[in-house]
């Protein structure tokens, strides 16, 4: 996995058994909407950031981004397509599969309701008149589409209690000099 490896948080999922299986689907990411991350800045998707990813990343459905696959779209068990809403994945799960079957129960009573997903951003934007900064992700590398018990967006409070410690402890360097340092390791890659 790539150090640069980002996680965030999306929609609720639906879940329908027949005798195919167990059909899963849902937005791991929604478009133009600003999201809090950890208090640092706010962040936003743009439309076609996952068109290039969806043909050439090879992504895995997980639980809370960790375990064995339950589907993956080199396997053709994962269909991802970008919508005027966002990131919508689908796939069709083995209703025998064990890992399968500790989460459907918990998925219909609506415990685990929520989708998630893992990506590198490879073109990025960020507007520092804002405060806080303002991230725009154009495209990404994507890693994983998740089931989740706790979404980023939702747990921000508790991780921006942590970054206060760290930074206090570590005097971590600021944002500003945070994002350049991204932007010029980007360089370095080619990426931008």
Same mark, same amino acid.
Request: aromatic share 6%; net charge negative; with cysteine.
């Given at each position: ?9 999306g929609q609720?999922?639906a879940v ?7 059909t ?8 133009n909407?600003a999201?809090?991350?950890a ?8 439309p076609g ?10 992504v ?10 339950? %589907?993956?779209?080199r396997?053709?068990?994962? #269909?991802?397509?970008?919508?005027e &809403?966002?990131? +919508?994945?689908e796939t069709?799960l $083995?209703a025998?599969?064990?890992?399968v079957r500790?989460?459907?129960p918990k998925?219909?009573?609506?415990d ?8 590198? %951003?490879?073109v990025?934007?960020w507007?520092? #008149?804002?405060?806080?900064?303002? &991230?725009t992700? +154009?495209?990404v590398e994507?890693? $994983?589409?998740s089931?989740?018990t ?20 570590? %005097?971590?360097?600021g944002?500003r000099t945070?994002?350049?340092r991204?932007c ?9």
């Amino acid at each position: 996995m790539s150090k640069d490896r980002e996680v965030r948080g999306g929609q609720p999922a639906a879940v329908r058994a027949d005798e195919a299986g167990i059909t899963v689907s849902g937005y791991a990411a929604i478009f133009n909407e600003a999201a809090d991350i950890a208090g640092m800045f706010r962040e936003v998707i743009e439309p076609g950031a996952f068109a290039r990813a969806i043909g050439r990343d090879d992504v895995v459905f997980l639980i809370n981004h960790d375990g064995l696959p339950l %589907a993956r779209t080199r396997s053709g068990t994962l #269909t991802l397509a970008e919508d005027e &809403r966002g990131l +919508r994945m689908e796939t069709v799960l $083995d209703a025998e599969d064990p890992d399968v079957r500790s989460i459907v129960p918990k998925m219909k009573r609506g415990d685990l309701d929520k989708m998630s997903f893992a990506f590198r %951003a490879t073109v990025q934007e960020w507007d520092d #008149t804002q405060d806080p900064p303002l &991230r725009t992700i +154009r495209e990404v590398e994507l890693f $994983d589409v998740s089931i989740v018990t706790n979404p980023a967006y939702e747990g921000t409070e508790i991780g921006l209690r942590s970054l206060k410690a760290t930074r206090q402890d570590r %005097a971590m360097p600021g944002l500003r000099t945070l994002k350049k340092r991204l932007c010029m390791e980007q360089h370095v890659r080619g990426i931008r």
